[in-house]
């Protein structure tokens, strides 16, 4: 079966997070994705929270599978040579280096579109333009910008990051869309463009209900929240609304059997309105189908807290899955919640391929998390991450023709690989 990016060819400049999930997914979609690293450095990923002394580490290869590495180094005249001439026979380049060093390099939008017209130009900064552009941005950096952290946590606590990576994995897939709505434009136009995607500006993507709060708040309370029911005050901005959901429809985490020796075991639980009956029943409060202090959305809103310690007292007397069996039969939206070890030994996730054991020459097996987009007529097999530069000669020689002499020649001069010092005098 063929893949839906079979053809296209990256030229992946990425480092760290945000951009390399923005090629695995491309790579994972058929693209042939060429990762240009440092000359004996690479990935600075390769060696950070290494788990396997002399293998890559965990963080690089869950986020380079199904690509090649080749090493250059495009500070070196022929290793900017060579470069030019993959920008050359490239479709798309793609990265997230900080503001400026692509120009540094000599490698604008004017000449990278000069040396290749149809070529797409990605990037991921950390900040649009205005006054933080020049920045330097990480994950939490972004989550902190864009609205996530100031509406995350508890009523009274400080504001709170989250574990997923919104800001690099979130506005990496934002760029891989970028890219291939770009690709599709080509197709008419014959033109590449340049593509670019603000860390700050991913996150608030993501984080637009809390935007949209932040405007209902000037009309008045915001009466799904919990603050409102337990009669705080809002202030002027959105405030940390704790595990309350994001929707009409009120949830809460609560404690499942078990839970004063786990720390997962819980459940959300939704109290969604067409499935109330069921609710009441379930937790065996059926007079609460009639009683006008219960039985509207809007009569429940403010006792809300009180309608979920009384669940909790039935989801505790219950494992969190025994819960989620019970409830889902009456099709009340709940979800117990998963730890990574649960996630990592699921055999229904290993099924679908969004769990995937790989096989690595220096690491031996390991996990890693396989394409989340499911389509009919284009597989994501995935495969381990490369080494470093385990491509080089072969990219050199196949894709732009150099021959073996030329290949050693450019190693020799510390274009591809690193410069040897010569052996300190006796
Ligand atoms: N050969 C020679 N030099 C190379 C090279 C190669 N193959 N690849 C990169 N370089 C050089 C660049 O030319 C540049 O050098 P100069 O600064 O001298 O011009 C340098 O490496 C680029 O490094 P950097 O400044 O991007 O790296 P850093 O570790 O200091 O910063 C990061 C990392 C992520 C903070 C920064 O790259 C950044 O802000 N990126 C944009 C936002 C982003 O993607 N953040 C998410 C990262 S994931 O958490």
Request: glycine letters at 10%.
């Amino acid at each position: 079966m063929s893949q839906a990016l079979k053809g296209v060819r990256i030229l992946d400049f990425t480092h760290v997070q945000s951009g390399p999930t923005c090629t695995q997914l491309l790579a994972w979609f058929g693209a042939d994705c060429i990762k240009v690293e440092r000359p004996g450095v690479g990935d600075i990923t390769r060696g950070q929270l290494v788990d396997v002394p002399g293998a890559d580490s965990l963080y690089f290869t869950m986020l380079n599978s199904n690509k090649r590495s080749i090493t250059l180094d495009t500070k070196n005249k022929k290793g900017m040579e060579v470069l030019e001439r993959l920008i050359k026979e490239c479709d798309v380049m793609v990265e997230n280096f900080a503001p400026g060093a692509m120009d540094r390099m000599g490698l604008t939008w004017e000449r990278v579109h000069e040396l290749n017209p149809r070529m797409i130009y990605a990037s991921v900064k950390g900040f649009g333009p205005g006054p933080y552009e020049e920045c330097k941005v990480y994950e939490n950096v972004a989550q902190c910008t864009g609205g996530a952290a100031s509406t995350t946590g508890f009523l009274g606590g400080p504001p709170l990051v989250t574990g997923a990576q919104i800001g690099d994995s979130g506005t990496g897939l934002h760029l891989a869309l970028g890219i291939v709505a770009a690709l599709y434009q080509r197709n008419t136009s014959g033109k590449g463009q340049r593509v670019t995607c603000a860390m700050q500006d991913g996150v608030l993507n993501l984080c637009r209900v809390k935007l949209r709060d932040q405007q209902r708040l000037e009309k008045g309370p915001l009466t799904e929240y919990s603050q409102y029911g337990e009669n705080i005050p809002f202030g002027e901005a959105v405030p940390r609304a704790g595990n309350d959901s994001g929707g009409g429809q009120p949830g809460w985490i609560l404690k499942c059997k078990g839970w004063e020796t786990d720390p997962d075991a819980y459940i959300y639980f939704i109290t969604q309105a067409p499935v109330w009956n069921e609710i009441c029943d379930v937790i065996g409060e059926p007079t609460w189908k009639t009683d006008p202090d219960y039985a509207t959305p809007k009569a429940r809103l403010p006792r809300l807290k009180a309608i979920f310690a009384r669940i909790e007292e039935w989801t505790m007397s219950k494992t969190k899955l025994e819960a989620m069996d019970i409830l889902n039969e009456f099709d009340i939206p709940c979800g117990p919640i998963l730890s990574m070890k649960e996630i990592a030994e699921d055999q229904s996730l290993r099924a679908t391929g969004t769990v995937v054991e790989v096989d690595h020459p220096k690491r031996g097996k390991y996990l890693t998390v396989g394409n989340p987009i499911k389509m009919s007529d284009s597989p994501a097999d995935v495969k381990r991450s490369p080494l470093l530069g385990e491509h080089t000669d072969e990219v050199l020689r196949d894709l732009l023709g150099y021959s073996v002499d030329e290949i050693a020649m450019l190693k020799q001069i510390g274009a591809t690989a690193p410069v040897k010092k010569p052996a300190a005098a006796e």
